[in-house]
């Protein structure tokens, strides 16, 4: 197996763990209270969870988040989840597709065939989108069927690898010309440490309407680069493995920009991305929850996890008075101190 690959295969094996979660840092959706509506004047049945994103519209407010990619391993869970998307009308998201990009690889890519209906987001690396050619990019989107592609920033993560990216010049305008060569829909997704609002602006300033603000307090991904003991050194790895933004605090430094916000990192149910709505999120998306239910019971147990995600969220719709997503983010909620110290 290639480097590449056996990277991704430890990423795989970690990351149904909960050994690879941030130590002390948390998404901060804790400190998000929903305010109870005891007359709802809404029949359960009524709630229409209907979203729209990237110009798609979801039966639900769900993005099964990228995970994994590029190697066999990877083409079972890839394609297993992506139908739980196409059964639920949901979005799924891809690992990194650098593989397939640079060498060819299709293993974990394509899932079309089981997936025709759900919609899908490529994900490639900034720097390795920064160094490939735009219509090479293109043909990776079409030959998966991809709806939209993830252009990823990571790095906190590459900078403790070694050999991990070290020239993170030339982000934005990449960004720019993807935006305005592809013919699908760019997100700028973060990789575990969110997105603040001055990137947030610099993002919209490039043309991104849409991001995956990736926050911190769920996954830490320089936690599992030094578990894989691939970090510069097990100290450095330490002292970096809680940073970043708190996910609910991303979101809530981004809403206002006019963006549509994919809140990931840290979601671990519905009332989580219910919360994540109030505070300006379009959507909310799931990796680590999903993959645990997946390896626990296949295609059915991934399913039945995110049917019961689906019904959380419907639950505090109603018990907000909310009769979809979409009016959440009228309703009143309590924020405690520490988030607060995060309003823009």
Same mark, same amino acid.
């Given at each position: ?16 763990? @909960? ?36 110009? +798609? ?21 890839? +394609? ?5 998307? @196409?059964?639920? #009308? ?13 060498? #060819? ?27 490939? +050619? ?131 990192? #840290? ?7 219910? +919360? ?21 019971? #296949? ?46």
């Amino acid at each position: 197996m290639s480097e590449h690959g056996e990277r991704k295969a430890d990423h795989l094996d970690l990351c149904a763990t @909960d050994q690879v979660a941030f130590q002390s840092k948390t998404t901060l959706f804790e400190d998000v209270q929903l305010v109870h509506n005891a007359l709802p004047e809404i029949h359960r049945d009524e709630v229409d969870l209907s979203t729209k994103l990237v110009g +798609k519209t979801l039966d639900a407010p769900l993005v099964i988040a990228a995970m994994t990619g590029g190697l066999a391993r990877a083409d079972e869970v890839n +394609k297993d989840l992506a139908q739980v998307a @196409d059964d639920l #009308g949901l979005a799924f998201g891809f690992g990194s597709m650098r593989p397939l990009l640079e060498e #060819g690889v299709t293993a974990g890519y394509m899932v079309r065939d089981v997936a025709p209906n759900a919609v899908l987001f490529a994900n490639l690396g900034i720097v390795q989108a920064a160094g490939a +050619k735009v219509d090479d990019i293109a043909r990776m989107v079409d030959t998966t069927g991809c709806d939209a592609i993830c252009i990823h920033l990571n790095p906190a993560m590459e900078v403790i690898q070694p050999g991990g990216d070290r020239d993170f010049r030339g982000g934005l305008k990449t960004l720019t010309q993807l935006v305005q060569r592809l013919d699908v829909p760019v997100i700028a997704k973060e990789t575990g440490c969110g997105l603040s609002r001055g990137v947030g602006q610099r993002l919209v300033d490039a043309g991104i309407r849409t991001v995956d603000v990736s926050g911190a307090g769920g996954t830490s991904w320089v936690g599992v680069e030094t578990l894989r003991a691939r970090a510069l050194s097990k100290r450095l790895g330490e002292l970096y493995w809680d940073w970043g933004i708190p996910t609910a605090a991303s979101v809530l430094q981004l809403d206002g920009l006019g963006l549509e916000i994919i809140a990931t990192g #840290g979601v671990n149910h519905g009332l989580d991305i219910a +919360k994540a709505l109030t505070l300006g999120a379009t959507a909310g998306g799931m990796a680590r929850p999903l993959l645990k239910a997946w390896n626990e019971g #296949g295609q059915q147990g991934a399913h039945a996890a995110a049917v019961e995600v689906l019904e959380e969220v419907r639950i505090a719709c109603l018990l907000t008075g909310s009769a979809s997503p979409h009016d959440m983010r009228n309703r009143p909620r309590i924020l405690g101190p520490a988030i607060r110290q995060w309003v823009p």
